[in-house]
Nanobody, 117 residues
């Protein structure tokens, strides 16, 4: 069965860094496109960064140049290296792992990132 597990969240001061990890297992493909989304209470969940099966990365403007998404070798494990964090980055970060062959979308439980001084 599919499992999506995130880790790495926590509290950090402005300007600090965190690295989030997402391990997805049980997907049909070994190189699924995956992404990191964020959500603040009362707001829509929104995409932050994604990576294709060919390891091409996409970033929204608000994180471009600060965050880096990467895949661990040939696995459905991705990381989000978050640098130069600011208070606006405070959110719950969710890992998305779609299983495209069966048209099923899987999400992790989310990991809290809090940036404060």
């Amino acid at each position: 069965q599919v499992q999506v597990v995130e880790s790495g969240g926590g509290s950090v001061q402005p300007g600090g860094s965190l690295t989030l990890s997402c391990a997805a297992s049980g997907l049909t493909d070994n190189r699924s496109p995956m992404g990191w989304h964020r959500q603040v209470p009362g707001e829509q969940r929104e995409l932050g960064a994604s990576i294709t099966s060919a390891d091409k990365a996409f970033y929204v403007d608000r994180v471009k140049g600060r965050f880096t998404i990467s895949r661990h070798n040939d696995k459905n494990t991705v990381y989000l290296q978050m640098n130069s964090l600011n208070s606006e980055d405070t959110a719950v970060y969710y890992c998305r792992a779609p299983d495209l062959p069966v048209r099923q979308d899987y999400w992790g439980q989310g990991t809290q990132v809090t940036v404060s001084s």
